[in-house]
């Protein structure tokens, strides 16, 4: 590792803070961060006499990384499927859209959309079909549907040269396991780095449990566009409760491990899941139930759509006329299909603890850390570590965002 050049670059420290820190709420420490990063002051005093150049006051309030949403088609009016102008009108409905997100301490994402476009992604795109079922379309346009029966060559045709540079234009594909060819692909679109996730999916349970042996590493907003829960055969949602799953050799990608994992010391081979958690999607009972299956896979995504940040209405949504009711969900228009949500990343976590009565960190690290694990960047997002991006909020005790920083920027607090 390169050393820190501490002779330049305004010195930042955090005083009077609660600081989320090794899965720990802690006081009595400071954050430190210079030049985008955080940074460990110890060679501040020994070696270059430094101290902080501007301390800030943080008055009690707790400190955790930025959220990371990955699932998110669009907001205030903008949607990241509706891109049929040049890639430069989608890369500044991108940035419209990544400003507004941060006063909900949303400070990365992944802009889904239904095919990649390089030079637009935040952290990559987030891509739903078409490799999906009929069956479980949700709000998605069937015509453009189509199995992998030729392979990977079917994936590369779909989405063009994009596809060949792998997590740096797509952060995460969905896939349904059971069409013809999609699992067989699996691990050659895990060898370009992409995050394989499985959902819109009406797969039985043994072609779930194929597609992770395969390298799938999560589900897409679990409960919903899969097969219900039955008991003799549990579908996508019972890899939950899989116990058999070989151990990964290696932690990178992979959930910690947990009371409920197969080896409690190791990471643990089920997948992650997306859970939208605005009460309409997933009923608090089941939050409830899968968080206590696995309580280290569990990823909050808001799934929002284009009328998030917007008031009650229709609007569109990848050329469909979609109706936002008030309770915060949005429909196809004239039917009870679910396309998507209005949910912030906030409310999210507040609705999170509230369901499952999770502890604060447990809450907190689902919006930051577990998704950074997910897109096996946990190295520079999602934490508070020495050398992670200096992206974090200030939440007063009922976890309402009072401040934002970017890169060490404060951000200017919007009004709601």
Excluded at 188 to 204: E, F, K, P, Y
Excluded at 249 to 260: D, M
Aim: negative net charge; proline residues 5%.
């Amino acid at each position: 590792m390169a050393v820190k050049d501490f002779s330049s670059g305004k010195i930042y420290k955090i005083i009077n803070a609660r600081l989320l820190l090794n899965h720990k709420i802690v006081e009595g420490h400071y954050l430190w961060f210079q030049d985008g990063k955080i940074i460990h002051p110890q060679n501040l005093f020994f070696d270059h006499h430094r101290d902080a150049d501007e301390i800030i006051d943080a008055q009690g309030m707790l400190v955790a990384p930025g959220f990371i949403d990955t699932q998110i088609n669009g907001a205030y009016g903008i949607d990241f499927a509706d891109h049929e102008g040049p890639v430069e009108k989608l890369q500044q409905d991108i940035d419209t859209v990544a400003k507004g997100l941060l006063r909900y301490g949303c400070t990365s994402f992944c802009p889904t959309v239904g095919s990649a476009v390089g030079g637009a992604e935040i952290l990559g795109a987030h891509i739903e079909g078409p490799f999906i079922s009929v069956l479980k379309k949700g709000a998605h346009d069937q015509n453009v549907f189509q199995t992998a029966q030729k392979g990977i060559a079917a994936f590369d045709a779909a989405y063009g040269s994009e596809l060949k540079k792998g997590n740096k234009a797509v952060s995460i594909m969905t896939l349904a396991p059971e069409l013809d060819g999609v699992t067989e692909c699996i691990p050659d679109l895990v060898s370009r780095g992409i995050t394989v996730s499985l959902g819109h999916s009406a797969c039985q349970i043994a072609q779930a449990e194929e597609a992770v042996l395969k390298g799938a590493t999560s589900i897409t907003h679990l409960f919903n566009a899969m097969q219900a829960f039955h008991h003799r055969d549990p579908g996508l949602i019972g890899v939950l409760g899989a116990a058999d799953l070989p151990v990964p050799s290696k932690a990178k990608g992979h959930p910690e491990p947990s009371s409920t994992s197969p080896c409690r010391t190791k990471p643990d081979p089920r997948p992650f899941f997306g859970l939208i958690c605005d009460g309409v999607h997933v009923h608090p009972n089941s939050v409830r139930i899968a968080y206590y299956s696995h309580p280290t896979g569990a990823v909050l995504v808001t799934d929002a759509l284009s009328a998030m940040g917007l008031p009650v209405g229709t609007y569109q949504l990848g050329g469909q006329h979609v109706q936002v009711d008030t309770d915060g969900a949005a429909y196809v228009k004239g039917t009870k299909t679910l396309a998507g949500s209005t949910l912030t990343m906030d409310q999210c976590v507040r609705n999170f603890q509230k369901f499952t009565n999770c502890t604060v960190v447990e809450a907190l690290e689902a919006a930051t850390l577990h998704p950074a694990q997910l897109l096996g960047i946990e190295d520079r997002k999602g934490t508070l570590n020495v050398g992670a991006d200096a992206d974090f909020v200030f939440l007063d005790d009922d976890l309402q965002v009072q401040r934002v920083y970017v890169a060490g920027e404060q951000v200017a607090k919007q009004q709601h």
